[in-house]
């Protein structure tokens, strides 16, 4: 990371670059020495005309216009607004890497900072909404802000003009930096019902306030996440994409299992960030690469312990696309290339519930079915294993294998990991699926290091297998079915790479 001293530090200009006409002249904390009129006129002349012409809309555009319509459709004359969200300190003067609010990305096909979606209803009589966007324009060389502010663009990089986004986004585009006194004027002069998606922009929540409620900003934070229960055929295919990136990622971490040995879990960690950062955007959630014991631990993330042969490791992990669409996989596999006894008898368990799981992933099917069918194999396996006295329904009935079984069986996917997860119970978990649902199905069995409960040779070992499940109309799809997942193919699978 660069420093010298011209250096910017995020909202340390002088009061007047806030406006368009001032120069910046003097750093505010009088740590960087006065800024030359000559040097000022330096560099703002001398730049040559870069912006973008004949762009066409973005393949997403016309999908997130048919996802406003609904929004608006729902709500029909309140006016509607929902930020992107702002960049968040990591320390000092450096930023975590921005991630747009999720509702945001849907509703637009945008992932830009500071930006808002309005959508102000239209005049009486005349139904629906006039939508547009606040974004940041191009960096202002007049005033400075290009080079002197911390997000200018000779420090981050070229943004899109407004005009350019109007292209690729297909909606109106205003200066985010007067959106706050605009809104506020707005709603004050056009009285209406307001609803603002809460949590990502203080700014933008402040100057709305007296307009708005708890309980109507809730009912549009619950549409949302409902609106993205079925995906459209866009989505679909940035899934399946990332589950194939995901795949690869599997792929390169099994090729370097010695490296890893030799080393830690963070050189699984690594490897499979490489590929999300090749393929991708990102990895869409912390990776979990959980050797040995490890893989009892739920979201182990700390991913700093050692990889030991004749052990298991359990790698979840999924790559998020650009689009940040994300994959969610998991397969536990066995360090050395074979299964043991035990771990073949616990991992086919496993394997079987989830078998059983996604046979039940049907439309017209409950949500719940795929859980319960899942739950019901493990709780005979813990019966038939002596580790629960049956019969199994009293099992069932009172949650006993849950000690072992710990979690549900699996959850919406799309743009968040955990997908929808602001939707009312009876849209979601009481649902009957249809297609287009896209969700996980993963049981795992865990026996505990200490677990007393169990016999000594079952403490440590966890196993979890997880595919993502697309309902479709005649019953389902494994989106990740490009990595194998019964033992004979597994192991076959890693003596491949290996050789």
């Given at each position: 990371m660069t420093e010298d001293d011209?250096?910017?530090e995020t909202d340390e200009l002088t009061e007047d670059a806030s406006t368009e006409e001032a120069p910046i002249k003097q750093r505010k904390n009088g740590l960087y020495p006065a800024i030359s009129d000559e040097l000022t006129a330096v560099m703002k002349s001398g730049w040559a005309d870069t912006e973008l012409r004949d762009l066409v809309p973005a393949e997403q555009s016309a999908y997130a216009a048919k996802r406003r319509a609904a929004l608006s459709a729902r709500f029909p004359g309140d006016r509607i607004v929902v930020p992107a969200g702002n960049l968040k300190t990591r320390s000092n003067d450096t930023e975590y890497s921005f991630r747009a609010a999720t509702e945001y990305v849907h509703l637009t096909g945008d992932q830009t900072e500071d930006a808002v979606l309005v959508m102000e209803p239209r005049g009486e009589g005349d139904e629906g909404h006039d939508a547009y966007?606040?974004?940041?324009?191009?960096?202002?060389?007049?005033?400075?802000?290009?080079?002197?502010?911390?997000?200018?663009?000779?420090?981050v990089g070229r943004r899109h003009s407004l005009t350019e986004a109007e292209a690729l986004l297909g909606l109106p585009a205003k200066d985010v930096r007067k959106a706050a006194e605009e809104l506020a004027e707005q709603a004050d002069e056009r009285p209406a019902t307001t609803r603002v998606l809460r949590g990502h922009d203080a700014a933008i929540e402040a100057a709305l306030?007296?307009?708005?409620?708890?309980?109507?900003?809730?009912?549009?934070?619950?549409?949302?996440?409902?609106?993205?229960?079925?995906?459209?055929?866009?989505?679909?295919?940035?899934?399946?994409?990332?589950c194939d990136a995901t795949a690869k990622g599997f792929t390169d971490v099994v090729r370097e299992l010695a490296q890893?040995?030799?080393?830690?879990?963070?050189?699984?960690?690594?490897?499979?960030?490489?590929?999300?950062?090749?393929?991708?955007?990102?990895?869409?959630y912390g990776s979990i690469c959980a050797a040995g014991p490890h893989a009892t631990t739920l979201h182990w993330v700390r991913n700093d312990g050692p990889v030991r042969p004749g052990e298991l490791l359990l790698l979840d992990a999924?790559?998020?696309?650009?689009?940040?669409?994300?994959?969610?996989?998991?397969?536990?596999?066995?360090?050395?290339?074979?299964?043991?006894?035990?771990q073949r008898k616990i991992y086919q368990a496993v394997l079987d519930a989830q078998e059983a799981g996604i046979a039940a992933v049907k439309p017209g099917a409950r949500y719940r079915d795929f859980h319960e069918a899942s739950q019901q194999?493990?709780?005979?396996?813990?019966?038939?294993?002596?580790?629960?006295?049956?019969?199994?329904?009293?099992?069932?009935?009172l949650g006993l294998q849950r000690r072992w079984t710990l979690h549900g069986t699996g959850h919406m996917l799309g743009l968040d990991v955990h997908d929808c997860a602001h939707a009312r119970v009876e849209s979601y978990v009481d649902c009957v699926l249809e297609p287009g649902v896209v969700l996980t199905v993963e049981p795992g069995l865990y026996f505990q290091a200490d677990d007393e409960l169990v016999p000594e040779e079952y403490r440590g070992i966890g196993v979890r297998i997880e595919d993502d499940i697309l309902v479709t109309a005649d019953g389902n799809r494994n989106l990740s079915a490009a990595l194998p997942r019964t033992v004979e193919d597994v192991e076959s699978w890693m003596a491949s790479l290996k050789g």
């Open positions: 011209l250096a910017p966007l606040y974004l940041l324009p191009r960096s202002d060389r007049e005033n400075g802000e290009f080079w002197l502010s911390g997000q200018g663009e000779l420090w306030a007296p307009h708005t409620t708890k309980h109507g900003d809730d009912e549009l934070r619950v549409f949302l996440s409902e609106l993205r229960l079925v995906k459209d055929e866009w989505e679909i295919g940035q899934l399946q994409a990332a890893a040995v030799a080393t830690s879990e963070r050189w699984i960690e690594g490897t499979f960030f490489r590929r999300a950062r090749v393929e991708g955007n990102d990895i869409g999924g790559v998020e696309m650009q689009s940040l669409y994300t994959a969610d996989i998991t397969r536990t596999l066995p360090i050395d290339g074979t299964f043991n006894e035990l194999v493990l709780a005979e396996r813990l019966v038939e294993w002596g580790l629960l006295e049956g019969p199994v329904e009293r099992v069932l009935e």
